[in-house]
């Protein structure tokens, strides 16, 4: 009987060191890109409160009147400022007080342009990538590697966070009659590792949640998993007009600005063109807008040539999220998807995307990202001064390989299901796992000669 127990306690103990190995070879490799994403995401939740610090100048009108001038006038001034550039599209704002923001291309490079909507003049012009937030938008989505590269280590990184949060759970986990100090309330009082001990895992047990949610949310934008929750997240197209609609093979991302991501996918129709076919105005086109009651800011995208379409669409607003492409000739909405009409799963994923980015209700939103953002940040330092701590002399103070090889392949293979519900994990798990097993495990520098205190209970 008595053999039989310690049996059992050896397999637990053989199945933590496993775990634990995997545990650390993640958090080594990808704790760096994790702080990354934490820090960028935290500057960008606060995205309106700083640009409307920073570019007061620019989206505050300097001079407010009775009567704005039309939009068509504020085009007009646009292009004579800048002939060389084409107007994609501007931004409307029911605030009285806002300028008017016409999104421009100038040999390649997008900017935004600011008009008084009142007199006409243009208060200035932003480029894209000197906004402070586009800088930060790409750090958060590419580590500001351009392409490819940059948004699959941010998904492998953000993918991995979920195998460490799982297997950080485990080894956190009571197996004996733990106190609430260290296991749920950290021991301020101690000192060196198991002070920061502390600091890593109970933080990160109240924050898990939290922060599975934040990376779940953030998901939908990745290059391999993003798609695959689109196809899962598509709605119907709805037709507002009984005539054959003229299709074609854009999509609303490639052909219009400010799609909110449940309608990127949406069909671009086109205009029903003829030589004596007169296009509405832009002013036809805001009132129409207004009837179809789209919220406030929407951004209205111009036809790109004689069969192009208007498109408004608002993104801001969960409940508001709508896109809608105008016949540039008769005013008819040809195709238009709102959140009312998303099914069950694009609504769930527009929550989540809104929850991300701290829009889903409002500053408490903001504030509670924060919070997980810093306290993601601190669980990293924390595993890097406890790796520090913890490891001797000479070697990289890599936890001890399980001698049970029966333990060993289990958790290999409970590893790879990781690596089927997130395929660049899997991917990567062949990769670590290979260089653990044939090269890591040879080198003097990967042995380690400290023993873990084990709570295997």
């Given at each position: 009987m008595k053999s039989?127990?310690?049996?059992?306690?050896?397999?637990?103990?053989?199945?933590?060191?496993?775990?634990?190995?995997?545990?650390?070879?993640?958090?080594?490799?990808?704790?760096?890109?994790?702080?990354?994403?934490?820090?960028?995401?935290?500057?960008?939740?606060?995205?309106p409160q700083i640009e409307a610090f920073l570019y007061q100048d620019y989206f505050v009108a300097d001079q407010v009147a009775e009567n704005r001038i039309s939009y068509s006038a504020q085009r007009d001034q646009v292009k004579e400022a800048y002939p060389d550039a084409s107007i994609?599209?501007?931004?409307?704002?029911?605030?009285?007080?806002?300028?008017?923001?016409?999104?421009?291309?100038?040999?390649?490079?997008?900017?935004?342009?600011?008009?008084?909507?009142?007199?006409?003049?243009?208060?200035?012009?932003?480029?894209?990538?000197?906004?402070?937030?586009?800088?930060?938008?790409?750090?958060?989505?590419?580590?500001?590697?351009?392409?490819?590269?940059?948004?699959r280590i941010v998904e492998l990184a953000a993918c991995w966070a979920i195998v460490l949060l799982v297997t950080g759970l485990y080894i956190w986990w009571?197996?004996?009659?733990?106190?609430?100090?260290?296991?749920?309330?950290?021991?301020?009082?101690?000192?060196?590792?198991?002070?920061?001990?502390?600091?890593?895992?109970?933080?990160?047990?109240?924050l898990s949640l939290f922060i599975l949610i934040l990376i779940a949310t953030g998901l939908p934008w990745s290059g391999v998993l993003g798609p695959q929750i689109q196809k899962l997240s598509t709605a119907p197209d709805y037709t507002y007009t009984w005539q054959e609609r003229p299709e074609s093979v854009t999509l609303s991302k490639d052909g219009a600005d400010g799609i909110p991501w449940a309608n990127e996918n949406l069909v671009m129709p086109e205009s029903t063109f003829e030589s004596e076919y007169l296009p509405i105005s832009i002013e036809d086109v805001t009132h129409i807008a207004e009837m179809e009651d789209m919220a406030y800011p929407y951004t209205l995208t111009l036809p790109?040539?004689?069969?192009?379409?208007?498109?408004?669409?608002?993104?801001?607003?969960?409940?508001?999220?709508?896109?809608?492409?105008?016949?540039?000739?008769?005013?008819?909405?040809?195709?238009?998807?709102?959140?009312?009409?998303?099914?069950?799963?694009?609504?769930?994923?527009?929550?989540?995307?809104?929850?991300?980015?701290?829009?889903?209700?409002?500053?408490?939103?903001?504030?509670?990202?924060?919070?997980?953002?810093?306290?993601?940040?601190?669980?990293?330092?924390?595993?890097?001064?406890?790796?520090?701590k913890r490891r001797s002399s000479g070697t990289f103070g890599a936890p001890p390989r399980s001698k049970d090889k029966k333990v060993t392949r289990v958790v290999f293979f409970i590893m790879l299901g990781f690596g089927i519900l997130l395929p660049l994990v899997g991917i990567s798990i062949i990769v670590i796992y290979l260089l653990d097993r044939f090269i890591l495990s040879k080198l003097s520098l990967f042995s380690n000669t400290e023993e873990h205190t084990k709570r295997t209970g």
């Open positions: 039989t127990t310690n049996n059992k306690k050896q397999t637990r103990a053989s199945f933590y060191q496993a775990v634990w190995r995997w545990h650390f070879y993640a958090g080594v490799i990808f704790a760096p890109f994790l702080f990354i994403l934490a820090f960028s995401g935290s500057v960008y939740l606060f995205k994609s599209s501007f931004v409307l704002q029911e605030d009285a007080e806002a300028t008017t923001e016409f999104l421009i291309s100038e040999n390649g490079q997008a900017a935004s342009v600011f008009v008084n909507p009142y007199t006409g003049d243009l208060q200035g012009k932003l480029d894209d990538d000197q906004r402070l937030m586009t800088i930060f938008k790409k750090i958060h989505s590419e580590l500001l590697i351009a392409g490819t590269i940059g948004n009571p197996r004996s009659q733990a106190s609430i100090w260290g296991t749920f309330l950290p021991r301020l009082r101690k000192k060196g590792r198991l002070f920061w001990r502390d600091m890593h895992a109970v933080p990160a047990f109240w790109d040539g004689p069969t192009g379409v208007y498109t408004i669409s608002h993104e801001t607003n969960r409940l508001d999220l709508s896109t809608k492409h105008i016949d540039q000739y008769s005013g008819t909405v040809l195709i238009g998807r709102s959140f009312q009409d998303f099914d069950l799963m694009p609504k769930l994923v527009s929550a989540g995307i809104a929850l991300h980015e701290g829009r889903l209700f409002g500053w408490p939103n903001q504030l509670l990202g924060l919070i997980t953002c810093l306290g993601l940040m601190g669980i990293v330092v924390s595993s890097l001064v406890m790796w520090k």
